[in-house]
Nanobody
Framework: QVRLVESGGGWVQAGGSLRLSCAAS????????MGWFRQAPGREREFVAH???????YYADSVKGRFTISRDNAKNTVYLQMNSLLPEDTAVYYC???????????????WGQGTQVTVSS
C-alpha cells in the first residue's frame, strides 16, 4: 500500500522559508510523478508543483520562483522548499503521487494527510 507522510510544516513570518518533506512507502518516488497541493480555509485544493520521474519539474504560477520541488531517491522522499513566503501561502500542504500530466487533482492516486503552513504578516 502506498503511504505518504508529510512533515516540516509550521509557523513562519512573511519572507521566511520552510522545507516540507514527504516520505513515501509503497512506491518509488523516482518512478512516479510526485506533486504538492495546498488548501487554504474556504478554498479549493490547488496544485502547487510536481516532479516527474525524469526529474523535470512544473510549478503553479503563484509559486514559481519562490518554491522548489526536489527529491532524494535514496531516502525515497520528496521536498518542497518554500522561500519568500507570503501570508497567502498559508494552507494545509499535501503530498500526492500521480500520473499523466499530473497538474490536476484527478491525476493523483494517493495522498498524504497534509501539514499545516502558517505565514504571518
Amino acid at each position: 500500500q502506498v503511504r505518504l507522510v508529510e512533515s516540516g510544516g509550521g509557523w513562519v513570518q512573511a519572507g521566511g522559508s520552510l522545507r516540507l518533506s514527504c516520505a513515501a512507502s509503497g512506491l518509488t518516488v523516482s518512478r512516479n510523478i510526485m506533486g504538492w497541493f495546498r488548501q487554504a480555509p474556504g478554498r479549493e485544493r490547488e496544485f502547487v508543483a510536481h516532479i516527474r520521474g525524469s526529474g523535470g519539474t512544473y510549478y503553479a504560477d503563484s509559486v514559481k520562483g519562490r518554491f522548489t520541488i526536489s527529491r532524494d531517491n535514496a531516502k525515497n522522499t520528496v521536498y518542497l522548499q518554500m522561500n519568500s513566503l507570503l501570508p497567502e501561502d498559508t494552507a494545509v500542504y499535501y503530498c500526492a503521487a500521480g500520473s499523466g500530466i499530473a497538474i490536476t487533482i484527478g491525476e493523483y492516486y494517493s495522498w498524504g494527510q497534509g501539514t499545516q503552513v502558517t505565514v504571518s504578516s
